[in-house]
């Protein structure tokens, strides 16, 4: 009887093909979703990366610009810096430049430099450095002057800058504007 017994008893201590089959793809499933959620969170990543970087540098340039122009002081001999006398600002280089006379009474310009797309900064006529780094294209750079005899001067300037590099989503261009008047007072 006992043999009996144990003839008609079936195992089921194993996996059936079908049940491992779909665990399988289940386990493929869930880490292939992982992955990508993994590989998007690095893509992001890096793009905030960017992002900040090229704030980081536009925030500076833009409040050394910004800091040089408010301190601009008046010509008082024309040709010495700027074509006119009584003048406190004078467009340059196609309206890609902007020239005043600096705190210290030097003469001093920002310019985009076309050929490499970056700013630049000239003191004294002579002494040029570039104000923008290697892995940045400055796609825009305009400027508004507003240097009329009844008017306090302003200045307004756009800056659009990108990061340069090969990955086309790291490469979306930011744009910065700011408006702003001579910290002293024009009274002739």
């Not at 144990?6 to 079908?18: L, P, V």
């Not at 920002?110 to 450095?129: I, N, P």
């Not at 340069?164 to 007072?185: A, D, H, I, Y």
């Amino acid at each position: 009887m006992t043999a009996k017994k144990f003839k008609n008893q079936k195992f089921t201590t194993g996996f059936t093909i079908i049940e491992l089959m779909i665990a399988v793809t289940l386990f493929s499933v869930i880490v292939g979703v992982v992955s990508n959620i993994f590989i998007a969170s690095l893509q992001v990543q890096r793009k905030s990366i960017s992002f900040e970087n090229i704030f980081d540098q536009t925030s500076y340039l833009m409040e050394y610009m910004s800091r040089s122009l408010r301190m601009a002081k008046t010509e008082t001999v024309a040709g010495s810096c700027l074509s006119a006398k009584n003048k406190n600002y004078q467009l340059t280089r196609g309206g890609n430049g902007v020239k005043f006379i600096n705190s210290q009474g030097i003469c001093q310009e920002f310019y985009l430099d076309v050929s490499s797309k970056r700013l630049k900064e000239a003191k004294g006529g002579t002494q040029e450095q570039f104000l923008t780094s290697e892995n940045s294209e400055v796609t825009d750079f305009n400027i508004i002057v507003v240097d009329t005899a009844n008017l306090q001067p302003k200045v307004t300037f756009l800056i659009s800058i990108k990061r340069e590099g090969s990955k086309v989503e790291l490469n979306s261009p930011m744009k910065f504007q700011t408006t702003l008047s001579q910290r002293r007072l024009n009274i002739h």
